[in-house]
Nanobody, 124 residues
Framework: QGQLVESGGGLVQAGGSLRLSCAAS????????MGWFRQAPGKAREFVAG????????YYLDSVKGRFTISRDNAKNTVYLQMTSLKPEDTAVYYC?????????????????WGQGTQVTVSS
């Protein structure tokens, strides 16, 4: 049974940076595409970033392009989301998700495994 565990969330001032990590276990990580989603209070969960199983293809929500970077380390079964120039509107619970085969899709229903989420709060 696959399991994903996020870490790295917290409280940061606008303009600051955070790096989220998501450690996978119980699944063949290198075969899965990985995604980061977020859900702000009162809003639907949205796709933020995704990376293919090989790591050579990435996708981003338009509003985070140039500020967020997704990466993966298949040797460590871990995916990362480096977030810079954070804005108050980035405040949300951030979730990582895994899907197979390893092609990134932006729809949450296409993902097989989910983490429990980590809170990111950006103060103005």
């Amino acid at each position: 049974q696959g399991q994903l565990v996020e870490s790295g969330g917290g409280l940061v001032q606008a303009g600051g940076s955070l790096r989220l990590s998501c450690a996978a276990s119980g699944l063949t990580f290198r075969r899965f595409a990985m995604g980061w989603f977020r859900q702000a209070p009162g809003k639907a969960r949205e796709f933020v970033a995704g990376i293919s199983w090989t790591g050579d293809t990435t996708y981003y929500l338009d509003s985070v392009k140039g500020r967020f970077t997704i990466s993966r380390d298949n040797a460590k079964n871990t995916v990362y989301l480096q977030m810079t120039s954070l804005k108050p509107e980035d405040t949300a619970v951030y979730y990582c998700a895994a899907r197979s085969p390893g092609v990134v899709l932006r729809t949450e229903a296409e993902y097989d495994y989910w983490g429990q989420g980590t809170q990111v709060t950006v103060s103005s």
